[in-house]
């Protein structure tokens, strides 16, 4: 069995919501980017913190999990937000644009049903900031069926910290896989 999959999340887990000045916590540094879609003059304030790097390149090189960007950012997450934080090139999940006014359409987050049909029954343990009781619902039945699935929700108003990172590790280590090829990072992305 493969490692499970880590899903990583951007918005409110790398990049924590801003404070009421429009501000970032003191441990993230600011960036302009300009995501797929916008121009060099128009481009996107973000703060990520520098530390996120290297805890996540230790996380990815013990082998006890395969990452993959789950986030709205898309493609960008790899070409923009990982260089970033000094990451290698990830896969991601190819996630649609839904024209929402919310992140729960019904009564979930908007991304699982995607990411369900994605992920088949691999391991996966998940982090992102925006998980609803309906999510954890459908991780403990997921996982009653066999295909474990762990959630991880930092505050999205701090971001992922490195006990984050720690749960995923014990999570990871329970379960019985191979490790997958280390110190680099060798993904087989799936294509949805």
Same mark, same amino acid.
């Given at each position: 069995?493969?490692? $499970?999959?880590?899903?990583?999340?951007?918005?409110? !887990?790398?990049?924590?919501? $801003?404070?009421?000045?429009?501000?970032? $916590?003191?441990?993230?540094?600011?960036?302009?980017?300009?995501?797929?879609?916008?121009?060099?003059?128009?481009? !996107?304030?973000?703060?990520?913190?520098?530390?996120?790097?290297?805890?996540?390149?230790?996380?990815?090189?013990?082998?006890?999990?395969?990452?993959?960007?789950?986030?709205?950012?898309? +493609? &960008?997450?790899?070409?923009?937000?990982?260089?970033?934080?000094?990451?290698?090139?990830?896969?991601?999940?190819?996630?649609?644009?839904? +024209?929402?006014?919310?992140?729960?359409?019904?009564?979930?987050?908007?991304?699982?049903?995607?990411? %369900?049909?994605?992920?088949?029954?691999?391991?996966?343990?998940?982090? &992102?900031?925006?998980?609803?009781?309906?999510?954890?619902?459908?991780?403990?039945?997921?996982?009653?069926?066999?295909? !474990?699935?762990?959630?991880? +929700?930092? &505050? $999205?108003?701090?971001?992922?910290?490195?006990?984050?990172?720690?749960?995923?590790?014990?999570?990871?280590?329970?379960?019985?896989?191979?490790?997958? %090829?280390?110190?680099?990072?060798?993904?087989?992305?799936?294509?949805?």
């Amino acid at each position: 069995m493969r490692p $499970p999959y880590l899903l990583l999340d951007i918005d409110g !887990v790398l990049i924590p919501f $801003p404070d009421a000045e429009g501000a970032g $916590p003191e441990t993230h540094t600011r960036h302009d980017v300009v995501p797929t879609g916008r121009t060099a003059d128009n481009p !996107v304030t973000i703060w990520l913190n520098p530390a996120h790097g290297p805890l996540l390149m230790h996380v990815i090189r013990t082998g006890l999990v395969t990452p993959v960007w789950c986030t709205s950012w898309r +493609q &960008d997450a790899t070409t923009l937000i990982g260089p970033l934080l000094g990451l290698p090139p990830l896969p991601h999940v190819e996630l649609p644009r839904p +024209q929402i006014t919310t992140s729960h359409p019904n009564g979930y987050l908007w991304k699982r049903d995607h990411l %369900d049909a994605w992920l088949g029954d691999a391991p996966a343990i998940w982090i &992102d900031d925006d998980f609803a009781n309906l999510d954890h619902e459908w991780a403990r039945e997921r996982t009653a069926r066999g295909h !474990v699935t762990a959630l991880v +929700q930092p &505050d $999205p108003h701090v971001g992922l910290l490195a006990e984050h990172l720690v749960e995923v590790l014990a999570r990871a280590a329970l379960l019985p896989v191979a490790r997958a %090829d280390a110190p680099g990072v060798s993904c087989e992305a799936r294509v949805a």
